[in-house]
Protein backbone atom coordinates (compact mmCIF):
# COMPACT_ATOMS: atom_id res chain seq x y z
CA UNK A 1 0.00 0.00 0.00
CA UNK A 2 1.20 3.84 -0.45
CA UNK A 3 0.06 7.25 -1.71
CA UNK A 4 -2.08 7.07 -4.99
CA UNK A 5 -1.51 8.99 -7.68
CA UNK A 6 -3.21 12.41 -8.15
CA UNK A 7 -3.65 15.84 -8.39
CA UNK A 8 -3.10 16.51 -4.41
CA UNK A 9 0.75 17.32 -3.58
CA UNK A 10 1.91 14.64 -1.16
CA UNK A 11 5.47 15.80 0.61
CA UNK A 12 7.54 12.52 0.98
CA UNK A 13 10.76 12.02 2.63
CA UNK A 14 13.36 9.76 4.44
CA UNK A 15 13.81 9.63 8.30
CA UNK A 16 17.55 10.71 9.20
CA UNK A 17 19.61 9.92 12.29
CA UNK A 18 20.10 13.94 12.37
CA UNK A 19 16.42 14.00 12.97
CA UNK A 20 16.48 12.17 16.22
CA UNK A 21 18.03 15.84 17.70
CA UNK A 22 14.19 17.16 17.65
CA UNK A 23 13.72 15.20 20.26
CA UNK A 24 12.97 16.88 23.70
CA UNK A 25 15.77 16.25 25.99
CA UNK A 26 15.60 16.03 29.81
CA UNK A 27 16.91 19.34 31.42
CA UNK A 28 20.14 18.65 33.73
CA UNK A 29 17.79 20.36 36.73
CA UNK A 30 14.94 17.95 36.38
CA UNK A 31 12.25 17.33 39.38
CA UNK A 32 10.54 14.13 39.48
CA UNK A 33 7.82 13.34 36.67
CA UNK A 34 8.80 16.08 34.80
CA UNK A 35 10.04 13.91 31.81
CA UNK A 36 7.07 12.09 31.04
CA UNK A 37 3.87 9.84 32.69
CA UNK A 38 2.67 7.07 30.95
CA UNK A 39 -0.23 4.45 31.23
CA UNK A 40 -0.46 1.18 29.78
CA UNK A 41 -3.18 -0.20 29.10
CA UNK A 42 -3.54 -4.20 27.81
CA UNK A 43 -2.58 -7.28 28.24
CA UNK A 44 -4.52 -10.94 28.33
CA UNK A 45 -4.44 -14.10 30.26
CA UNK A 46 -2.90 -15.25 26.25
CA UNK A 47 -0.85 -12.43 25.76
CA UNK A 48 0.41 -11.25 29.26
CA UNK A 49 3.98 -10.79 27.32
CA UNK A 50 2.79 -8.33 25.09
CA UNK A 51 2.69 -5.20 27.64
CA UNK A 52 5.98 -6.11 29.51
CA UNK A 53 7.62 -5.67 26.57
CA UNK A 54 5.97 -2.32 26.30
CA UNK A 55 6.78 -1.93 30.15
CA UNK A 56 10.25 -2.71 29.49
CA UNK A 57 11.49 -0.29 27.12
CA UNK A 58 8.94 2.33 28.40
CA UNK A 59 10.25 2.11 31.99
CA UNK A 60 13.76 3.06 30.83
CA UNK A 61 12.57 6.28 28.86
CA UNK A 62 10.06 8.02 31.00
CA UNK A 63 9.77 8.99 34.28
CA UNK A 64 7.09 6.99 35.66
CA UNK A 65 4.82 4.08 34.12
CA UNK A 66 1.15 3.03 35.26
CA UNK A 67 -0.04 -0.37 34.01
CA UNK A 68 -3.39 -1.28 34.43
CA UNK A 69 -5.71 -4.13 32.27
CA UNK A 70 -9.54 -4.90 32.49
CA UNK A 71 -8.93 -8.51 32.81
CA UNK A 72 -8.72 -9.50 36.67
CA UNK A 73 -6.58 -11.89 36.06
CA UNK A 74 -3.56 -9.42 34.33
CA UNK A 75 -3.48 -8.84 38.77
CA UNK A 76 -2.48 -12.06 39.58
CA UNK A 77 0.10 -12.29 36.14
CA UNK A 78 1.36 -8.56 37.26
CA UNK A 79 2.68 -9.98 40.60
CA UNK A 80 5.07 -12.57 38.93
CA UNK A 81 6.03 -9.89 36.28
CA UNK A 82 7.20 -7.70 38.60
CA UNK A 83 9.90 -9.83 39.76
CA UNK A 84 11.17 -9.65 36.25
CA UNK A 85 10.57 -6.43 36.17
CA UNK A 86 9.55 -3.72 39.35
CA UNK A 87 10.20 -0.48 37.50
CA UNK A 88 6.32 0.42 36.86
CA UNK A 89 3.25 0.41 39.16
CA UNK A 90 0.57 -1.76 38.99
CA UNK A 91 -3.34 0.32 39.23
CA UNK A 92 -6.36 -0.99 40.09
CA UNK A 93 -9.43 -1.15 37.13
CA UNK A 94 -11.25 0.99 38.98
CA UNK A 95 -8.58 3.83 39.27
CA UNK A 96 -7.68 3.83 35.71
CA UNK A 97 -9.69 6.93 34.70
CA UNK A 98 -7.64 8.95 37.20
CA UNK A 99 -4.32 7.80 36.20
CA UNK A 100 -5.09 8.27 32.28
CA UNK A 101 -5.94 11.97 33.68
CA UNK A 102 -2.22 12.44 35.32
CA UNK A 103 -0.34 11.03 32.34
CA UNK A 104 1.00 12.73 29.37
CA UNK A 105 0.28 9.99 27.11
CA UNK A 106 -1.41 6.37 27.01
CA UNK A 107 -0.70 3.14 24.98
CA UNK A 108 -3.65 0.75 24.71
CA UNK A 109 -4.12 -2.35 23.16
CA UNK A 110 -0.84 -4.56 23.35
CA UNK A 111 -1.95 -8.00 24.55
CA UNK A 112 -5.71 -7.04 24.03
CA UNK A 113 -7.46 -10.27 22.42
CA UNK A 114 -9.28 -10.55 19.17
CA UNK A 115 -10.68 -14.02 20.17
CA UNK A 116 -11.18 -15.94 23.10
CA UNK A 117 -9.59 -18.76 21.22
CA UNK A 118 -7.34 -19.54 18.47
CA UNK A 119 -10.08 -21.62 16.45
CA UNK A 120 -12.06 -18.91 16.55
CA UNK A 121 -9.82 -16.66 14.98
CA UNK A 122 -11.79 -17.81 11.26
CA UNK A 123 -14.89 -16.32 12.04
CA UNK A 124 -13.56 -12.70 11.45
CA UNK A 125 -17.50 -11.76 11.09
CA UNK A 126 -18.11 -12.23 15.04
CA UNK A 127 -17.08 -10.37 18.00
CA UNK A 128 -16.67 -12.67 21.20
CA UNK A 129 -16.91 -12.06 24.43
CA UNK A 130 -13.53 -11.42 24.53
CA UNK A 131 -13.33 -9.57 21.48
CA UNK A 132 -16.16 -7.16 23.47
CA UNK A 133 -14.30 -6.50 26.01
CA UNK A 134 -11.27 -5.20 23.99
CA UNK A 135 -13.61 -3.08 21.69
CA UNK A 136 -15.81 -1.38 24.93
CA UNK A 137 -12.36 -0.80 27.29
CA UNK A 138 -10.66 0.92 23.69
CA UNK A 139 -14.37 2.76 22.75
CA UNK A 140 -15.11 4.08 25.72
CA UNK A 141 -11.49 5.55 26.97
CA UNK A 142 -10.37 6.59 23.61
CA UNK A 143 -14.47 8.79 23.33
CA UNK A 144 -13.96 9.45 27.28
CA UNK A 145 -10.17 11.21 26.78
CA UNK A 146 -10.07 12.23 23.16
CA UNK A 147 -8.10 15.58 24.03
CA UNK A 148 -5.12 13.19 25.69
CA UNK A 149 -1.77 12.10 23.62
CA UNK A 150 -2.94 8.40 22.39
CA UNK A 151 -1.09 5.42 20.56
CA UNK A 152 -2.93 2.51 19.65
CA UNK A 153 -2.10 -0.70 18.67
CA UNK A 154 -2.65 -4.55 18.26
CA UNK A 155 -5.82 -5.81 20.16
CA UNK A 156 -7.35 -2.18 19.59
CA UNK A 157 -7.14 -1.88 15.94
CA UNK A 158 -8.26 -5.45 15.74
CA UNK A 159 -11.39 -4.28 17.30
CA UNK A 160 -12.55 -0.96 17.22
CA UNK A 161 -14.63 1.30 15.02
CA UNK A 162 -12.06 4.15 13.37
CA UNK A 163 -14.74 7.15 14.04
CA UNK A 164 -13.01 6.28 17.58
CA UNK A 165 -9.74 7.47 16.92
CA UNK A 166 -8.88 10.71 18.86
CA UNK A 167 -7.12 13.51 16.45
CA UNK A 168 -3.37 13.39 16.62
CA UNK A 169 -3.40 10.09 17.87
CA UNK A 170 -0.56 7.27 16.53
CA UNK A 171 -1.31 3.84 15.06
CA UNK A 172 1.02 1.20 14.79
CA UNK A 173 -0.64 -1.47 12.50
CA UNK A 174 0.96 -3.94 10.23
CA UNK A 175 -0.79 -4.78 7.04
CA UNK A 176 -2.97 -7.21 8.74
CA UNK A 177 -4.35 -4.62 11.54
CA UNK A 178 -4.37 -2.23 8.67
CA UNK A 179 -6.99 -3.56 6.57
CA UNK A 180 -9.17 -4.89 9.42
CA UNK A 181 -9.42 -1.16 10.57
CA UNK A 182 -9.34 0.54 7.41
CA UNK A 183 -10.41 -2.06 4.75
CA UNK A 184 -9.09 -0.57 1.31
CA UNK A 185 -8.79 2.66 2.15
CA UNK A 186 -5.37 4.45 1.41
CA UNK A 187 -3.34 4.87 4.38
CA UNK A 188 -3.03 8.98 3.23
CA UNK A 189 -6.71 8.90 3.37
CA UNK A 190 -7.08 7.12 6.38
CA UNK A 191 -5.07 9.90 7.80
CA UNK A 192 -6.12 12.48 6.57
CA UNK A 193 -9.81 11.36 7.36
CA UNK A 194 -8.83 11.01 11.21
CA UNK A 195 -6.63 13.26 11.26
CA UNK A 196 -4.05 10.40 13.05
CA UNK A 197 -0.91 9.30 12.33
CA UNK A 198 -0.41 5.38 10.69
CA UNK A 199 2.90 3.73 11.01
CA UNK A 200 2.34 1.15 8.42
CA UNK A 201 5.23 -1.31 9.58
CA UNK A 202 7.15 -3.39 7.02
CA UNK A 203 10.49 -3.97 5.70
CA UNK A 204 10.38 -0.21 4.58
CA UNK A 205 8.31 1.29 7.65
CA UNK A 206 5.94 4.18 6.14
CA UNK A 207 4.74 7.34 8.50
CA UNK A 208 1.80 8.64 7.05
CA UNK A 209 0.57 12.20 8.52
CA UNK A 210 -2.12 13.78 5.95
CA UNK A 211 -0.05 14.45 3.30
CA UNK A 212 2.83 14.06 4.42
CA UNK A 213 4.65 10.17 3.74
CA UNK A 214 7.89 9.77 5.66
CA UNK A 215 10.22 6.53 5.13
CA UNK A 216 11.70 4.66 7.64
CA UNK A 217 14.19 2.47 6.53
CA UNK A 218 16.65 -0.45 8.32
CA UNK A 219 16.10 -3.57 10.28
CA UNK A 220 15.91 -7.19 9.23
CA UNK A 221 14.04 -10.43 9.24
CA UNK A 222 14.78 -10.90 12.56
CA UNK A 223 11.67 -8.01 13.62
CA UNK A 224 9.27 -10.50 12.49
CA UNK A 225 9.50 -12.31 15.60
CA UNK A 226 6.19 -11.95 17.97
CA UNK A 227 6.50 -8.66 20.48
CA UNK A 228 8.91 -6.22 18.35
CA UNK A 229 5.65 -4.69 17.76
CA UNK A 230 4.86 -4.19 21.02
CA UNK A 231 8.13 -2.77 22.05
CA UNK A 232 7.81 -0.19 19.14
CA UNK A 233 4.51 1.15 20.62
CA UNK A 234 6.48 0.92 24.17
CA UNK A 235 8.81 3.81 22.65
CA UNK A 236 6.45 5.82 20.59
CA UNK A 237 4.40 6.34 23.59
CA UNK A 238 7.35 7.21 25.69
CA UNK A 239 8.47 9.31 23.23
CA UNK A 240 4.62 11.05 22.58
CA UNK A 241 4.77 11.94 26.38
CA UNK A 242 7.61 15.01 25.88
CA UNK A 243 7.28 15.25 21.59
CA UNK A 244 4.96 15.74 18.70
CA UNK A 245 2.84 12.74 17.44
CA UNK A 246 5.04 12.50 13.90
CA UNK A 247 8.35 12.87 15.37
CA UNK A 248 7.10 10.05 17.94
CA UNK A 249 6.10 7.56 15.41
CA UNK A 250 9.09 8.33 13.13
CA UNK A 251 11.88 8.21 15.85
CA UNK A 252 10.69 5.35 17.17
CA UNK A 253 10.60 3.47 13.81
CA UNK A 254 14.23 4.65 13.16
CA UNK A 255 15.55 3.58 16.91
CA UNK A 256 13.82 0.13 16.68
CA UNK A 257 15.10 -0.75 12.87
CA UNK A 258 18.91 0.68 13.99
CA UNK A 259 18.78 -1.63 17.30
CA UNK A 260 17.70 -4.87 15.16
CA UNK A 261 20.73 -4.19 12.74
CA UNK A 262 23.00 -3.68 15.42
CA UNK A 263 21.79 -6.82 17.02
CA UNK A 264 22.31 -8.70 13.76
CA UNK A 265 25.93 -7.57 13.70
CA UNK A 266 25.92 -9.54 16.61
CA UNK A 267 24.10 -12.99 16.44
CA UNK A 268 22.38 -12.76 12.86
CA UNK A 269 18.92 -12.63 12.89
CA UNK A 270 18.72 -14.66 16.59
CA UNK A 271 17.46 -12.12 18.52
CA UNK A 272 13.80 -12.02 19.93
CA UNK A 273 11.66 -9.14 21.17
CA UNK A 274 13.64 -8.95 25.27
CA UNK A 275 16.80 -8.52 23.57
CA UNK A 276 15.13 -5.77 21.37
CA UNK A 277 13.56 -3.90 24.25
CA UNK A 278 17.04 -4.43 26.11
CA UNK A 279 19.31 -3.23 23.79
CA UNK A 280 17.10 0.02 22.72
CA UNK A 281 18.88 1.99 25.92
CA UNK A 282 22.70 1.85 24.68
CA UNK A 283 21.52 2.20 20.96
CA UNK A 284 19.45 5.52 21.84
CA UNK A 285 22.74 6.71 23.81
CA UNK A 286 24.96 6.44 20.68
CA UNK A 287 22.22 7.90 18.49
CA UNK A 288 21.30 10.85 20.33
CA UNK A 289 25.30 12.14 20.66
Given at each position: ?????????????????????????????SNGEQNGQLTII????????????????????????????????????????????????????????????????????????????????????????????????????????????????????????????????????????????????????????????????????????????????????????????????????????????????????????????????????????????????????????
Amino acid sequence: MGPKEGPRTIKMKKFEKSDLQKLYKPPVNSNGEQNGQLTIIGGSKLFHGAPLLSLRVASRIVDMVFFSSPESSMQEITSYIKADLSSFIWVDWDEIEDYIKKSDAILIGPGFMRYHKEKDRHKAEECDEACQLTKSTTEDLLSKFSDKKWVIDAGSLQTMDPKFIPENSILTPNKKEYEILFGSLDPIDASKKYKCVIVLKGPKTSVYFKDEVVEVDGGNAGLTKGGTGDVLAGLAASLLTKNDSLLSACASSYIVKTTADELYKKVGISYNSDDLADSIPSVMAFLLK
